[in-house]
């Protein structure tokens, strides 16, 4: 068996994923042989980022301890800042970077926020301005003002904020606040990103009359993190009462403050362990949470279903796959699969990077949703394998996947994150791939250049 063994590279807020690196490309390393790799991961983005913004509306400070130190984090870390919130960065223990401290302080707007592609950012913090005095003009990244966000503004509007869009529904738009909401009752459409569900229930207990949400579309993506949402919330003594499917209820009242250990990401562990299935051997993740809302815990169930030996030991979960792997059709010994992944949406590009390499077609739906994230990730997914030989056919709501035998190729990202790795799997076993703008990963893992080329690095037949 070969091995692979690396150390955790010296914490640097972006790795060697240098921004202003968009038009280099990166050629993706390809194993030689089996893996057997250990690692550790930095904090998740969608807890981190939520316990930002309940730390700055709550009645006392709060500590975050391991939090995530990524492009993301950092433009909530300094809206934030912009909004009168003092962050401050303390020693503490975790592998990549200090903890925070946060400190509430009086809300003022008067300020332009930067949301970057940061979701959380663009759909979190406009509550958060309506309760400050003073106007907040959000805009971002030309890919987020593709973004969706009339839901946020009209439901931000039916809750007392007064907004000017400029009948856009899109980035960038002026939040005027006026240092208070009035909250209630309001029924919304979240069809597109349980984010509008989220960034509401976050702020809903400082709205005068607290809050009662109801969705009214048919399906609602993601629940997993409006599950996550309502227990941050829970661990900071607000209770969400959901009477009914697709409703919650927040009264009104404070937010305490908390120490927080915030959990390693664990959809940033997908793509770590699904290169055991495509090149062979072992991955560990260390750190795996006994028990969490985050989504990337689905890959332990989700990953056995292409072929994968999944088992857990204390805090260290293991993907094992046998033999080794090339990844031709026919050949690589990942199971074709028909999955629905409604729950799940961010881990369907690394999964599909997986349906790509195996033995036989697959069939991905329930993810018609994620056209609305960094990028058209269906029309993305599609393009880029068709470019590198496969056969890859959008559907209403997902994809299908007939595996063909791929060849390099230079592997488009359009500045997304889980694009870039997923280039970097298919590189694994596909001679050639050179991957756009591999910082497009500073998003949320800085490391990820660093840590994918140590996974390989010493794999040898």
């Given at each position: 068996m070969l091995i692979s063994r690396y150390s955790k590279p010296e914490f640097n807020p972006y790795g060697d994923n240098a921004p202003d690196d968009a038009d280099a490309l990166w050629e993706a390393p390809t194993a030689a042989g089996?893996?057997?790799?250990?690692?550790?991961?930095?904090?998740?983005?969608?807890?981190?980022?939520?316990?930002?913004?309940?730390?700055?509306?709550?009645?006392?400070?709060?500590?975050?301890?391991?939090?995530?130190?990524?492009?993301?984090?950092?433009?909530?870390?300094?809206?934030?800042?912009?909004?009168?919130?003092?962050?401050?960065?303390?020693?503490?223990?975790?592998?990549?970077?200090?903890?925070?401290?946060?400190?509430?302080?009086?809300?003022?707007?008067?300020?332009?926020?930067?949301?970057?592609?940061?979701?959380?950012?663009?759909?979190?913090?406009?509550?958060?301005?309506?309760?400050?005095?003073?106007?907040?003009t959000f805009d971002g990244d030309a890919g987020a003002r593709r973004r969706p966000m009339s839901t946020t503004i009209t439901s931000l509007r039916a809750l007392g904020?007064?907004?000017?869009?400029?009948?856009?529904?899109?980035?960038?738009?002026?939040?005027?606040?006026?240092?208070?909401?009035?909250?209630?009752?309001?029924?919304?459409?979240?069809?597109?990103?349980?984010?509008?569900?989220?960034?509401?229930?976050?702020?809903?207990?400082?709205?005068?009359?607290?809050?009662?949400l109801t969705h009214s579309g048919e399906r609602l993506p993601s629940l997993p993190h409006i599950e996550m949402t309502i227990a941050t919330l829970a661990g900071r003594g607000v209770t969400v009462e959901s009477r009914e499917p697709g409703e919650w209820v927040v009264a009104a009242g404070p937010i305490s403050g908390a120490e927080v250990d915030i959990e390693p990401d664990l959809s940033n562990a997908a793509p770590f362990l699904a290169a055991a299935l495509v090149a062979g051997g072992s991955v560990t993740v260390t750190g795996w949470p006994a028990h969490t809302t985050q989504v990337g815990a689905n890959l332990a169930a989700l990953l056995p279903l292409f072929g994968a030996e999944v088992t857990v030991d204390g805090d260290r979960l293991t993907v094992a796959a046998g033999g080794i792997r090339?990844?031709?059709?026919?050949?690589?010994?990942?199971?074709?699969?028909?999955?629905?992944?409604?729950?799940?949406?961010?881990?369907?590009?690394?999964?599909?990077?997986?349906?790509?390499?195996a033995d036989g077609p697959s069939t991905i739906t329930g993810?018609?949703?994620?056209?609305?994230?960094?990028?058209?990730?269906?029309?993305?997914?599609?393009?880029?394998?068709?470019?590198?030989?496969?056969?890859?056919?959008?559907?209403?709501?997902?994809?299908?996947?007939?595996?063909?035998?791929?060849?390099?190729?230079?592997?488009?990202?359009?500045?997304?994150?889980?694009?870039?790795?997923?280039g970097a799997i298919i590189g694994l076993v596909v001679p050639g791939v050179e991957i756009e703008n591999i910082g497009t990963t500073a998003k949320t893992l800085p490391q990820f250049a660093s840590l994918w080329r140590g996974l390989v690095a010493e794999s040898v037949l």
């Open positions: 089996p893996l057997t790799a250990s690692l550790s991961l930095p904090g998740s983005k969608s807890l981190t980022n939520r316990e930002l913004v309940l730390s700055a509306l709550a009645d006392s400070p709060t500590l975050l301890r391991a939090p995530l130190h990524s492009r993301d984090s950092d433009l909530m870390v300094s809206a934030l800042r912009q909004l009168g919130t003092t962050i401050d960065a303390v020693p503490g223990f975790g592998d990549y970077g200090d903890d925070l401290r946060i400190t509430p302080g009086e809300l003022l707007g008067s300020t332009t926020i930067d949301c970057g592609l940061a979701g959380t950012v663009m759909r979190f913090l406009p509550p958060v301005a309506g309760l400050a005095l003073g106007p907040t904020a007064d907004i000017n869009d400029d009948g856009r529904g899109a980035l960038p738009f002026t939040v005027h606040g006026t240092g208070r909401l009035a909250g209630g009752e309001i029924t919304i459409d979240a069809s597109t990103s349980s984010q509008f569900v989220s960034g509401l229930l976050l702020s809903a207990a400082r709205f005068e009359n607290g809050l009662h090339r990844g031709s059709a026919g050949s690589s010994g990942i199971t074709g699969v028909t999955i629905d992944l409604s729950t799940g949406g961010e881990l369907v590009p690394n999964l599909v990077a997986l349906a790509a390499l993810i018609g949703h994620i056209r609305h994230h960094e990028t058209d990730r269906l029309a993305a997914l599609a393009a880029e394998i068709n470019g590198l030989g496969g056969h890859v056919t959008e559907l209403d709501d997902g994809l299908q996947i007939d595996p063909r035998p791929l060849h390099g190729g230079v592997w488009r990202t359009y500045d997304d994150h889980r694009m870039a790795t997923t």
